[in-house]
């Protein structure tokens, strides 16, 4: 799947993993780690038709095409159906989850899910959520699966060891690679509530929806890009999404066959140098309320235009990014408390969120880190 067109020059490619490292000492605890854990690993085969081609960007890599270079993004009816590959993970051995990227499953019309020990499944789409790049799958086996343990992602500091398991291009299922996390919190500008992990552990293209693994045996990331200029492969900056995000979005998937956003019906800027004086603030940090939809929840906590968010959820708001990530882990109609500078004085006023409506005015993305291309 080419997402060139999103991101500016610089390539983050689907499907992760860096070079492995080299831990003498660690030898036998990456091999009991390995084994321990690969048994929840899977291998998604996404089955393709021409006429969703024509409508829908190709998903990640192909087996019969390892470069991920597809002649003809538009294929006319008549031409042979593709394949593509990927990872994923058993988050549910009773009834059959796993957990993928959206974009390994994107344009498919169905799904097969092969196990480690070569058992091969048709998989049910559960439900997919592009923005957060996670799709659920389901497969019936008849038998308890073996399942991964889900770690916390908020609890993770750099430099601790990890590895990196998946489906490098489609046909080598089971590879593990081994790395550090050497990041946290990174935004790199696939969608306005970015949260990654960094990692140098090797991924490559397959090993999207694959798992990066804790050395205690915990999954604490899902496998989703890679930062590869020009297209030059891995070269060990790659990206994770945090598992606790990933509950978060396979629950409701599970649970809605789609993920409910909640919305406060307002649109925002950051605080500019002219702010500063116009509305008394000390120093140049929160966001100023530029819109409010009408009979939004933001109306009817009685915010108003040029309010300075501060706070929301206890949690302090310096810019726009830290508004949308703070909003983005809640649930809708969850009540929290939003506190704002209103003519120099600091108010705390609650707020309930509501089914974010796509016509309703968003909080728009922030613009840090703008790396030129993104393709698979």
Known sequence: MKLTA????????????????????????????????????????????PKNIATKSAPESSPKDPSNELPDKTLKPQETPLTSGGSGIIIDGDNGYIVTNSHVTQAGDKYTVVLQNGETFEAKMVGTDER???????????????EASLGNS???????????VGNPFAHLPGSVS????????????????DDFIQTDAAINSGNSGGPLYNFHGEAIGINTAIYSPMNSGSIGINFAIPINIVKDIATQLIKYGEVHRGGLGIVVTDIMDEHVEKLKLKKAEG????????????????????????????????????LVLALSK??????VNITVLRNGKEITLPITIEMKKENAAHVPPPSSFQPPALSN
């Open 330 to 335: 809640l649930e809708t109609e969850q009540s």
């Open 132 to 146: 957060g790049d996670i799709t659920v799958l389901q497969v019936n086996t008849g038998y308890k699966l073996p």
């Open 154 to 164: 908020d609890n993770l500091r750099v430099g601790e060891h990890v590895i990196a």
């Open 178 to 193: 081994v790395g550090i996390i050497s990041g946290l919190h990174r935004n790199i500008n696939i969608n306005p509530t």
């Open 287 to 322: 966001v100023v309320i530029a819109q409010i939809v009408n009979g939004s929840p933001a109306a009817k906590a009685g915010l108003n235009i040029n309010d300075v968010i501060l706070g929301f959820n206890d949690n302090p708001v310096k810019n726009t990014r830290d």
């Open 6 to 49: 999103r991101l500016g020059s610089l390539a983050l490619i689907f499907a992760l993993a860096a070079p492995s490292s080299a831990f003498a000492h660690h030898k036998e605890d990456i091999a009991d780690l390995a084994e321990k854990v690969l048994p929840a690993i899977v291998s998604v085969i996404t089955h393709i038709t």
